[in-house]
Structures are given as C-alpha cells and as structure tokens.
C-alpha cells in the first residue's frame, strides 16, 4: 500500500554536515521524494509538531532543539517520502528513537547522541503512523507544495495579507 511520511532532518543533522549521507541512506528505500524545503523552525511550528509530549519535563528543550537554538542552526530540511511502506521502510533505516538503542548501521545508530542533559538528538525524525504522517505533512507543507495529491485540498481566495518581499 502506498503511504506518505514526514521526514525532518534536524538542526544536528544539519550542523554535522548530515544531509546527503542521510538522504543515501533514504534513497535505498527506493520511495519517491514528493516535497522537500528548508524551513525555519518557529516556536509554534516545533511546539505543535511536538504537542503529543507537551506535559513531559524535558517538552521545552525538545522545542528548542527543533528550533535550532542548540545547535546555531535555526532551520530543518523537511521531505515527504511517498510510496509503498513508506513508514516502515523510513522507520527501519532511521532505527530506535534512542540513539544508544539504535542499531549502529541504521541513521540514528551511525550519527545521533545523547546530551549530558539526556537529551536525544537523533539527526532525524519518522511520521510513526499513516494518522501521525498526515497532520505532519498539513503541518509542515501545504498543498500547493507537493507534486502530487495526498489528500483532498480545496481552493480558497485570500485577501492580500502582509508579507515579505524581495527590496
């Protein structure tokens, strides 16, 4: 069956010049990369991505991870894999969420670390689930940005609105 998943590599992942060894290893899931940005991280964007783990003590710290601010970089590359077991398939290669419990070939095995605070920084997030992967993929992107259709969207008009622009 053909699924959808959020992929984020993270400021750390960034920081230690991560990106195209992360991206080898994604490619031998042989899925199709549908959307794919750099993004800076505000403090809603990480809050919401991590809102399931608002009520855990080190919630703050998670936040400011996503956002960069441990690492000097305040951005994430953001990607939507899509194709047959896209979730178990991103999943199995990024390995266990802990580093020290990951499988030393998978991703976070290879590049992630525990802080002397017990922070995890894994280098890489994986939508868990096709219900997860789905409020992070409207989350993250809109629809306008993927290159095929993942889910119904709809066309609105919107008023002019403040923006930034090029001088």
Same mark, same amino acid.
Not at 72 to 84: F, N, P, Q, S, T
């Given at each position: 069956?053909?699924?959808?998943? @959020? $992929?984020?590599?993270?400021? #750390?992942?960034?920081? %230690?010049?991560?990106?195209?060894?992360?991206? +080898?290893?994604?490619? /031998?899931?042989?899925?199709?990369?549908?959307?794919?940005?750099?993004?800076?991280?505000?403090?809603?964007?990480?809050?919401?991505?991590?809102?399931?783990?608002?009520?855990?003590?080190?919630?703050?710290?998670?936040?400011?991870?996503?956002?960069?601010?441990?690492?000097?970089?305040?951005?994430?590359?953001? @990607? $939507?894999?899509?194709?047959? #077991?896209?979730?178990? %398939?991103?999943?199995?290669?990024?390995?266990? +969420?802990?580093?020290? /419990?990951?499988?030393?070939?998978?991703?976070?095995?290879?590049?992630?670390?525990?802080?002397?605070?017990?922070?995890?920084?894994?280098?890489?997030?994986?939508?868990?689930?096709?219900?997860?992967?789905?409020?992070?993929?409207?989350?993250?992107?809109?629809?306008?940005?993927?290159?095929?259709?993942?889910?119904?969207?709809?066309?609105?008009?919107?008023?002019?609105? %403040?923006?930034?622009?090029?001088?």
């Amino acid at each position: 069956m053909n699924q959808k998943v @959020l $992929i984020l590599i993270k400021p #750390d992942g960034l920081k %230690k010049s991560l990106t195209g060894n992360i991206l +080898t290893r994604l490619s /031998e899931t042989k899925l199709e990369i549908v959307a794919a940005k750099m993004v800076r991280v505000s403090h809603e964007l990480a809050a919401e991505h991590y809102k399931h783990l608002k009520d855990k003590p080190f919630f703050d710290e998670l936040v400011r991870y996503l956002q960069g601010e441990l690492h000097d970089r305040k951005k994430v590359m953001a @990607l $939507i894999y899509w194709g047959k #077991d896209a979730i178990q %398939k991103c999943r199995g290669l990024a390995g266990a +969420t802990n580093p020290e /419990e990951a499988d030393p070939t998978s991703i976070r095995g290879s590049y992630g670390r525990i802080t002397t605070k017990g922070l995890y920084e894994n280098v890489i997030h994986v939508s868990s689930n096709p219900e997860e992967a789905e409020r992070e993929i409207k989350l993250w992107f809109d629809p306008d940005e993927i290159i095929v259709d993942l889910y119904p969207a709809k066309e609105i008009e919107v008023p002019p609105a %403040k923006k930034r622009v090029w001088a």
